[in-house]
C-alpha cells in the first residue's frame, strides 16, 4: 500500500509537506519520498524507511529542502516521487495503485518509440515511472492523465507536480480517496483526510472517481470531470484506513464500531470480557463491548517503541515474530478467563494462531475469534494490500481446497448460511486452535458503511469488480 501528500502554498511548504507525508506512515514501509519545486527548481529526497521511521530519515531534508510547492510518498513498493523531464515539461510523480498489465503497456511503449525503462530489484518496473510514460504520450498533462487512467488494468491516484501547481487526479473507480484541503494561503491534497488537520486545514472536498483537479495555493479546479460511479475500497475502513480518517463522509473509527455492533447482534456467546486486537480490532472490540454488554478489557498491550509493524519484513516467520514479540500478557486479564477477541480480518491465519498460542499460554479458558469483515477469497487486484503471491495463500482458500480440491466451486462459500461456509470456517477454526470462530457477514459490513452498497468495493470477499 501506499499514500501521499501534496501542499502549493504561499510561502515555503517544506514544514506542511513534511509532516503531511509522515502521517502515511501507517500505509507503508519500504520508502518515502519528498520532491519540491522553488526558486533552484526541483529538489527531490528518497530514503528507505525500513529501519527507520519517516521523520527519523528524512530531518536532514527537512532542513536544506526549501519550495514553494512539493508532493511527498509514502510507499510499500517502488521508490517515488520520480523526476520527469519531457515534451510536456519537467514535473514531479508519486502514485498509489497497482498496475495489471504492465507487460502490455511496456510492450506498447516501446512500439511507440520509449527507449526503455530502469528496471527495479527483482525485474520489476517501476509502476511510477511507466505511469509517467503513459502520460507523457498525451497532448497535455490532463490528457496524458485521463490517457493512463484509460489504459490501466488495476487503479491508479496520481500527485504530478509541475512548476505551475499541482495535479491530482483519483483513480478512475475511486478506489482510494483523494482529498483536497484549504488554508488562508495554502491548499493541500491528501490520502488520509486526517494527515492535514494539525496543519492548519479543513477540508474542502474529495475527488469524484477519474476526476483530475489543478491545484495551487489559490484553490483548485476541475481540470477533467469525474467519470463515474465510486467503487471505494471498504478493506480502507476495516483495516488499512487510520482511526481519524473518513472517506465518502464516513469515518473509519465509526465505521469499524458499527462492525463491531452488528457482529455482537448475531452472537450469544457467553464470555468474560471483549478484546480488540490492537490497534485496527480496538474501535470493532468497544461496538462489540457495548451491544453484547460484555465487559471490554485489555487481555495485552502492544509494545511499539521498538518494533515495526507486523507486516513489513518480507519473511513470513519474521513477521510472525514481531506480530508475537510486541503483544505483552497482563496475566490476571487473561488467566481463567473466556475471552472474545476481534480482529479486522484473517489472512493467511499464521499471526493469529500465534496469538490463540500466546493467549491459551497466559492461561485463558476460553478464545473465542470473531472477524470484522467475510472471509478474504481473492487477491486484490487493484490495491498491493498483501505480499501474498498466489491466493492459495488465503487460509480460506486453502481450506476450501482441502474440502473439495483446488478447482471447487466457489460460489456456496460465499453464503454464510450454506453448509459449506460452515464446514470452511470450522476447519479454519480446527487449524487455528480456537474455541470459535465467526466471520462479519458481507451483507452486515457493507450495512455498517450506510453507503449505498454500489459504491463499496468488495472484491477480496466476493469476487466482484
Known sequence: MSGFFGVASKKDCVFDLFFGTDYHS????????????????????????ENAPFRTKFERDFETMHGTLGIGCISDSEPQPLLVRSHLGNFAIATVGRINNTDELVKQAFDGGTTHFLEMSGGSINATELTAALINRGSTIAEGIRYAQSVIDGSMSILLLTPDGIYAARDAKGRTPVVIG???????????????????????????????????ADGDETVSPPLGETR????????????????EGLSVEQMRYNCGDMLARRDNTPADSVAGLPDSGTAHAIGY????????????????PTWPRSFMPQNQ???????????????????????????DSLVRGTQMRGTADFLYRNGAKEVHIRLSCPPLLFGCPYLNFSRSTSEMELIARRKIAELEGPKADLSPYLDPDSAQYAAMVDAIRGELGFTSLKYHRLDDMLESTGLPHCKCCTYCWNGKK
Open 289 to 304: 463491548a457495548n451491544r453484547s454488554h460484555i465487559p471490554l478489557a485489555r487481555p495485552f498491550v502492544k509494545y511499539t
Open 182 to 216: 484549504r488554508k488562508a494561503d495554502a491548499r493541500c491534497i491528501a490520502f488520509e483526510s486526517f494527515s492535514y488537520l494539525n496543519l492548519g486545514y479543513e477540508r474542502v472536498r474529495e475527488l469524484g472517481p477519474g476526476e483530475i483537479a489543478f491545484v495551487t
Open 26 to 49: 501507517h500505509l507503508g514501509t519500504r520508502r518515502g519520498g519528498m520532491a519540491v519545486y522553488g526558486k533552484d527548481g526541483f529538489n527531490r529526497a528518497i530514503h528507505n524507511i
Open 232 to 247: 471505494i475500497c471498504t478493506f480502507l475502513w476495516v483495516y488499512y484506513g487510520y482511526p481519524a480518517s473518513s472517506y
Open 317 to 343: 516467520s519474521r513477521r510472525d515474530l514481531i506480530a508475537h514479540m510486541k503483544l505483552i500478557p497482563i496475566d490476571d486479564m487473561i488467566r481463567g478467563k473466556r475471552l472474545i477477541l476481534i480482529d
